[in-house]
Every structure is written in structure tokens, then in C-alpha cells.
């Protein structure tokens, strides 16, 4: 039996400079995100689009979402199989392209997780989980790019003695 789950949030537009669209440079890209009990997320447009680029932006938030997405699943996988993940981190990249009409979409996403494990023995299955949660991913699952993900898993230098 397959569950279904709902999420609500507002997005309100704050970038009526007094003109509303009166014209394309006439109003500003910024904009909240909120959800409920959930602080607001300040964004934008891409600095290309007339953003502001001390904001958040959509194209940001799909990558953060990925990485967000498969480091959950894969800290969850490792709990699972006794795998004692100490520290983990993402510079996730992606990559859009912007079509004649004026229009995009993005050609893919690279994660980076660079994981440390508790134990020396731990890397390899560490490594291999990394799979796994990609295809539990239910961001990953939902786009029509390639989510690609290159691992680097290292031990403590007090495991290594």
C-alpha cells in the first residue's frame, strides 16, 4: 500500500518597487518562502535573471533539495547496516542551460559527499550505500536530469594509528 504525503507553503512576492510590472526592470525578484512553523526562506532570481544574489534562488534550492535528499537517505542506510558516519558534507553542483526561447532546464546535478566514517573497514560499504540511496531519493526520482554522485570517504586521522 503506497502512502501519499502533502506539503504546503506560501510564496509572497516583496519586490514591488511602487510600480508593481509596470516593466521588467521596474520590479525586484525577491520573494519569501515559508512554511508553517518553519522560518522564511529569503529568495530571488539568479543574479543572470535580475536577481538578487545574496538570496536564495530556485535553481539553488533544486540542488540543495538533492543533496539534502540523498544525504538523509544515505545517513539513514548507513544507521541501518552499522556503518558510524562521524561527518558529512556536499558541494553539490548543477548545471543549467538556457534555451533560445528563453526558457532552461537543468542538464544535470553532481553531489560530493565527502563522508567520514568511524573505522577504517567501514569505507567500503560506505561507499556502496551511496547507490542505494540514490534510488531511494524521492527528489532524485522526480527529475528528468542525471543526478550523479562521486563519494570521497575518509576515516579520522586518530582511526588511522
Not at 547496516?81 to 532552461?104: K, L, R
Request: hydrophobic share 40%; with cysteine.
Amino acid at each position: 500500500m503506497s502512502k501519499e504525503h502533502a506539503y504546503e507553503l506560501t510564496v509572497e512576492w516583496t519586490g514591488n518597487s511602487g510600480t508593481g510590472t509596470s516593466g521588467y526592470r521596474q520590479f525586484e525578484r525577491s520573494h519569501t518562502i515559508q512554511a508553517a512553523s518553519k522560518p522564511p526562506l529569503l529568495a530571488s532570481s539568479d543574479p543572470a535573471f535580475r536577481g538578487d544574489a545574496t538570496r536564495y534562488n530556485p535553481e539553488d534550492l533544486l540542488v540543495a533539495s538533492l543533496a539534502s535528499c540523498h544525504m538523509l537517505w544515505y545517513l539513514h542506510l548507513c544507521a541501518e547496516a552499522g556503518i558510524i558516519v562521524v561527518a558529512y558534507s556536499d558541494t553539490a553542483t548543477g548545471i543549467m542551460a538556457e534555451t533560445p526561447d528563453g526558457g532552461g532546464h537543468f542538464r544535470e546535478v553532481t553531489l560530493h559527499p565527502l563522508v567520514t566514517v568511524a573505522a577504517a573497514h567501514m569505507q567500503a560499504p560506505a561507499a556502496a550505500l551511496h547507490e542505494r540511496a540514490h534510488q531511494l531519493c524521492f527528489i532524485a526520482n522526480s527529475v528528468n536530469f542525471p543526478v550523479r554522485h562521486q563519494p570521497t570517504i575518509t576515516i579520522p586521522d586518530a582511526a588511522r594509528s
